[in-house]
T-cell receptor, first 112, second 114 residues
């Protein structure tokens, strides 16, 4: 089983709809992240959380919100989806003692 | 403005030959660099890293070279194998970040031909 699990893996939604992407991890890491991948732009940080009570905006947080329900769970919401939010979304975790982050398998989101 | 750039979107190499993937950065405060490998329908996986106190780090067929004066790093894969065909991302982080924030390049798609 994957250490970082994302659901759903694929979703097509309509413009204006609310959509939530969920992430859970079994690595026991305190730090969790949401990244977005777009062709040619690499991965860009949307939000990050160092613990349950700590939420921080990343490079591209506009149009997104997050919730850290527990140490192991970090969800990303698009309150009103728009087509340019069509992308591949990755959840990731890290241990404060290292500088390596570990990614989930990704969630493909298409907004039509 | 992208602080980490991979100027080659794609690279094609013959099996058994060397693959060299390049990455440039602009922020001199970056002090730790990583390479990730991504297969289709999977998340990126960590491959190799290097601290700015070193200029080379080797792990099996993979070697990362860092040239701080040029703000340039490269990943060498020798010998290249068809299973190495993937997208490779370089990433950088700096201690000013209160955490393990990584800044990624745009990726290079490597194709290793049998």
């Amino acid at each position: 089983d994957a250490d970082v699990t994302q659901t759903p893996r694929n979703r097509i939604t309509k413009t204006g709809k609310r959509i939530m992407l969920e992430c859970s991890q079994t690595k026991g890491h305190d730090r969790m992240y949401w990244y977005r991948q777009d062709p040619g732009l690499g991965l860009r940080l949307i939000y990050y959380s160092f613990d349950v009570k700590d939420i921080n905006k990343g490079e591209i947080s506009d149009g997104y919100s997050v919730s850290r329900q527990a140490q192991a769970k970090f969800s990303l919401s698009l309150e009103s989806a728009i087509p340019n939010q069509t992308a591949l979304y990755f959840c990731a975790t890290s241990d404060p003692g290292t500088r390596t982050i570990y990614f989930g398998e990704g969630s493909w989101l298409t907004v039509v | 403005d992208q602080q980490v750039k991979q100027n080659s979107p794609s690279l094609s190499v013959q099996e058994g030959r060397i693959s060299i993937l390049n990455c440039d950065y602009t922020n001199s405060m970056f002090d730790y660099f990583l390479w990730y490998k991504k297969y289709p329908a999977e998340g990126p996986t960590f491959l190799i890293s290097i601290s700015s106190i070193k200029d080379k780090n080797e792990d099996g067929r993979f070697t990362v070279f860092l040239n701080k004066s040029a703000k340039h790093l490269s990943l060498h894969i020798v010998p290249s194998q068809p299973g190495d065909s993937a997208v490779y991302f370089c990433a950088a982080s700096g201690r000013w970040n209160a955490g393990n924030m990584l800044t990624f390049g745009g990726g290079t798609r490597l194709m290793v031909k049998p």
